[in-house]
């Protein structure tokens, strides 16, 4: 690592890159004293997210769930994720080691993304070269953790149990992951990426990756991957991944790298950390719901499935009994765009087309919108179906157990009380 | 806010009898809430030693103990606590309830690929049978 190390007394937090000031204390415990208090730079305190306690920790994103402290992990209650784009202060943090100093100080100074392996002429680029080297484009992408729904599998999978917040769709900015490919030109003897980082595994232990994931080429190579530096317009926060990252798009968020400095590619299936064993895998048939399932029978996730989130109104709301209601949220898959999305105000029994807005982009999330009455006072659910562009619709159930509760696109559902 | 939204889990947690009364008091009710989020602070809504849904339930006379990551005071708390916490907090421990092989698993797993130390045997034993009864899909 060639990055520069900020003494842990000197401490600078990066402003909005327009008024590119800092702020200097010089010890946390400083900082401490202003989290909670209205303070001109409150905005900057998202870029810590170590060295803190739990609630300093949340500072930035004070309405998420926690799910853990070390590594940090949180998700989003649904009504939360009812923008179209999502704020860094609704976007869900799933860490699987440290976050690294040179994220929490936004410290990119000597940052460099190395593209070796099976390419015509390896690369070494700075974030310079990235930003003029290439086109600049900026894509609305969602991003969903492999696990999201997890908590629902019965018997229990291992990790954490995400409901259904591991999702969010902000807006990133950067450049196309095949552009800088191309650029080093892909032997055919390319098959699969492998990425790495500069997070600390949770041991301590230097010489272990946290994770280091990748994707078929092909994948890498296909419309709406991308290597980004700015998300929602201002340079990736701390937590998600300063100063680079790569998106996959449509796969596991795991395959999405955080801190990236290098992309290797391999003449064989990537073998780093959580790629291997049941990690970001599931099994090769049908298993009954607790097997315990040979490890050489997991194969890895690729796109994830169909799915669809209600986020407005927040459940449990009360709505006027024979009136119009408008029920809202958001659709997405794996593969692509969206063919329809469907409500049910009466368990599945009938189904009411909603409306549907064109994605802004492949991978966008898209808009779904209906009126629904509910004919009487009492207790309703609103359950949403989406159906992708294959023919997939969301099972009303819990489908496939796993040994590691990955996949799960259950149809949501909310309560409604009608008054 | 943090205290708001524990507030608003807490309310997550109420059981469907609640019902009437939780929407007559505009607290929202999710069909879709899943187990109650171990880190949030018992409330007297969602006591933990009768939550069928809450790990503890295999042993009901089990309390957190707060020394030890509010892990479940019994038999093997201080050796489970001192080996976990090495790498991660007990909040994820706190989350799973699985089958006594996944535990096995794990436990490998952690030792061969994330870089565990291996205690003695006897420790060993005494931390997995504290994690299979506590954190279990079994019982």
Redesign the interface.
């Known amino acids: 690592m060639t990055d520069s190390i900020t003494p842990e007394t000197d401490i600078e937090i990066a402003e909005k890159p327009a008024r590119r000031s800092f702020l200097k204390t010089t010890a946390l415990g400083a900082l401490g004293a202003y989290v909670g208090m209205n303070i001109p730079f409150a905005e900057n305190l998202k870029a810590f997210a170590q060295g803190m306690n739990?609630?300093d920790i949340?500072a930035g994103k004070?309405?998420?769930?926690?799910?853990?402290?070390?590594?940090l992990n949180a998700e989003t209650?649904a009504h939360l994720l009812d923008d179209e784009v999502t704020p860094y202060e609704r976007f869900f943090v799933r860490n699987n080691g440290g976050v690294p100093d040179t994220a929490l100080n936004m410290d990119a100074e000597g940052w460099t993304l190395t593209i070796d392996g099976e390419v015509e002429t390896p690369l070494v680029l700075t974030l310079d070269d990235l930003k003029n080297n290439f086109e600049v484009i900026t894509r609305r992408l969602v991003i969903e953790c492999g696990g999201n729904g997890r908590?629902?599998f019965?018997?229990?999978?291992?990790?954490?149990?995400w409901?259904?917040g591991a999702v969010g769709c902000a807006e990133w900015t950067g450049v196309r992951l095949s552009d800088v490919l191309n650029a080093a030109g892909i032997k055919d003897t390319a098959v699969y990426t492998a990425h790495y980082s500069n997070d600390p595994?949770?041991?301590g232990?230097p010489e272990?990756d946290a994770i280091s994931r990748g994707v078929p080429i092909e994948k890498a190579l296909a419309e709406g991957g991308m290597i980004a530096w700015e998300m929602n317009g201002e340079p990736i926060p701390a937590v998600h991944g300063f100063p680079l990252r790569v998106i996959n798009p449509g796969y596991p968020g795991s395959t999405s790298q955080k801190f990236l400095t290098r992309i290797w590619v391999r003449d064989q299936v990537h073998d780093g950390?959580k790629m291997?064993?049941?990690s970001y895998r599931m099994p090769a048939y049908p298993v009954a719901p607790?097997t315990?399932v040979p490890e050489e029978d997991m194969v890895i996730m690729t796109d994830m499935p169909v799915k669809s989130l209600i986020t407005f109104p927040?459940?449990?709301?009360?709505a006027p009994a024979g009136a119009a209601t408008e029920v809202r949220g958001h659709a997405w898959s794996g593969s692509g765009d969206i063919a329809s999305v469907d409500v049910s105000i009466d368990f599945g029994a009938t189904w009411i087309p909603a409306e549907l807005e064109p994605a802004v982009n492949k991978f966008a999330w898209q808009r779904f919108r209906a009126n629904v009455t509910l004919p009487e006072a009492g207790?309703y659910?609103v359950w949403a179906r989406a159906t992708d562009m294959t023919g997939e619709a969301q099972p009303p159930v819990v489908p496939g157990w796993n040994?590691r509760g990955y996949g799960n696109n259950m149809q949501?559902?909310?309560?409604l009380?009608a008054t | 806010m943090f205290a708001t939204s524990h507030i608003l889990r807490g309310a997550l947690g109420v059981s469907l009898a609640c019902l009437v009364t939780a929407a007559s008091a505009q607290v929202a009710y999710d069909p879709m809430r899943a187990a109650p989020n171990p880190l949030m602070p018992l409330t007297p809504m969602q006591p933990a030693t009768t939550d069928s849904a809450t790990p503890e339930s295999a042993s009901a006379e089990v309390l957190p103990n707060p020394d030890f990551g509010n892990l479940p005071d019994a038999e093997g708390v201080e050796e489970t606590f001192y080996q976990c916490v090495a790498c991660h907090s007990t909040a994820i421990i706190l989350q799973q309830r699985l089958t006594d092989e996944r535990w096995d698993y794990l436990w490998t797993w952690m030792i061969e690929d994330q870089g565990m130390y291996e205690p003695e045997d006897e420790i060993r034993d005494e931390i997995l049978t504290y994690l299979k009864t506590h954190f279990s899909s079994e019982r």
């Open positions: 739990e609630e949340m004070p309405d998420l769930i926690l799910l853990g402290d070390r590594p209650p908590a629902y019965n018997p229990g999978a291992s990790g954490n149990q409901t259904t595994h949770l041991s232990d272990r950390a291997t064993g049941y607790g315990e927040q459940s449990g709301t009360q207790y659910e040994p949501h559902r909310i309560a009380i």
